[in-house]
């Protein structure tokens, strides 16, 4: 049963910058791991996801260029650096995983069977 924990939201000013984690109970090296983000009165929507080597990532439009999720599989976590962010970057991100022996990550929700509780991202001046 492989548990996670997310940490690092705040309130930020729009511009500014955040680094979540997302920490696991157990050894990662064979999880694909995703965030997604949840705005108030808004349906959960991917934002990035990135393979179990870390080999590969991918992003939603919304984030690209902005965003930068990356693993180290020797402390169990994972990290989703935002920058620039604005305010409609605001809502509840969540990390998610599951096990996978390709490298490969996906976007949809229903291929994740393990989630966090969330971390509260405010983008707001």
């Known amino acids: 049963q492989l548990q996670l924990v997310e940490s690092g939201g705040g309130l930020v000013q729009p511009g500014g910058s955040l680094r979540l984690s997302c920490a696991a109970s157990a050894f990662i090296d064979d999880y694909y791991i995703g965030w997604f983000r949840q705005a108030p009165g808004k349906e959960r929507e991917w934002v990035s996801c990135?393979?179990?080597?870390?080999?590969?990532?991918d992003y939603a439009d919304s984030v690209k260029g902005r965003f930068t999720i990356s693993r180290d599989n020797a402390k169990n976590t994972v990290y989703l650096q935002m920058n620039s962010l604005k305010p409609e970057d605001t809502g509840d991100y969540y990390c998610?995983?599951?096990?996978?022996?390709?490298?490969?990550?996906?976007?949809?929700?229903?291929?994740?069977?393990?989630w966090g509780q969330g971390t509260q991202v405010t983008v707001s001046s």
């Open positions: 990135i393979s179990r080597t870390g080999g590969n990532t």
């Open positions: 998610a995983g599951d096990m996978k022996y390709t490298d490969e990550c996906w976007r949809a929700s229903y291929l994740y069977h393990y």
